[in-house]
């Protein structure tokens, strides 16, 4: 099964949120330069995580995003849902 792209950053930017254990939360900016990715196309991505409950973001001038819940409760089954859809990924022909 193909993903698409914006399932791909959006795993990565949490793998990057999750990882981070020098700050709570990273800026825009940061995650889209280290995801190689422009900042608004990276912002409709965090922003689906966002009205989903998966991240959380923290208001003000260095604000940013950071997970909403712990990194283990957390599966690529929510990340492929709030992306790709909620539609059923497997359809049984039986």
């Known amino acids: 099964m193909q993903f698409s792209k914006s399932t791909d950053y959006a795993l990565h930017a949490l793998i ?4 981070s254990e020098s700050q709570n939360h990273i800026g825009i900016k940061e995650l889209s330069a280290s995801l190689g990715v422009s900042e608004s196309y990276l912002s409709k991505i965090m922003s689906k995580l966002r009205q989903d409950g998966i991240v959380r973001a923290v208001p003000g001038v260095n604000g940013g995003y950071e997970l909403a819940r712990p990194a283990d409760r957390i599966t690529f089954l929510d990340v492929i ?3 790709e ?3 059923q990924l497997f359809e049984c022909s039986n």
């Open 16 to 19: 990057h949120l999750g990882l």
């Open 81 to 83: 849902h709030v992306i």
């Open 85 to 87: 859809g909620r539609q």
